[in-house]
């Protein structure tokens, strides 16, 4: 399902990141939530903690394990995202479509080979 909020920006989205669908923006969003709240439950003092590139693709990462298990390549695959680095490209198009904010510090370089996606989403064929 597409959030509201990818929705209504959708126009915008797509003029910045034209490659990736509606529902790829959707996954950066909840991703995004999804690493905060893992992040919250290891910093429990701070309220609003920045999430940094690096840490976002990690968070991102997790989730498509989380949520789509030995499918999550697929999945990814299915919306054109086939590197840490297009998770950034999403990332700077809702900056832009102001879904989310960014430091000064912040920029795509950030998303650069976090991982390989053949060995982060790597399928375990065991035999019976």
């Not at 701070?46 to 989380?66: F, I, K, P, T, W």
């Not at 299915?78 to 989310?100: I, Q, Y």
């Not at 510090?105 to 065991?126: L, S």
Request: aromatic content about 10%; hydrophobic content about 40%; charged content about 30%.
């Amino acid at each position: 399902m597409i959030s509201p909020e990818v929705s209504i920006a959708w126009d915008k989205l797509k003029e910045s990141a034209g490659a990736y669908p509606p529902s790829a923006f959707t996954f950066v969003q909840e991703g995004l939530r999804y690493t905060v709240e893992r992040l919250r439950e290891h910093d429990a003092d701070e309220d609003e903690r920045h999430v940094s590139g690096q840490e976002l693709c990690l968070g991102l990462r997790d989730y498509a394990l989380n949520q789509y298990g030995p499918l999550a390549r697929t999945v990814l695959d299915s919306w054109n995202v086939k590197r840490t680095e297009d998770f950034g490209r999403m990332v700077f198009a809702m900056v832009d479509a102001k879904l989310l904010r960014k430091t000064e510090e912040d920029n795509q370089a950030d998303f650069e080979g976090v991982y390989d996606f053949d060995e982060a989403f790597a399928v375990e064929v065991g035999l019976c």
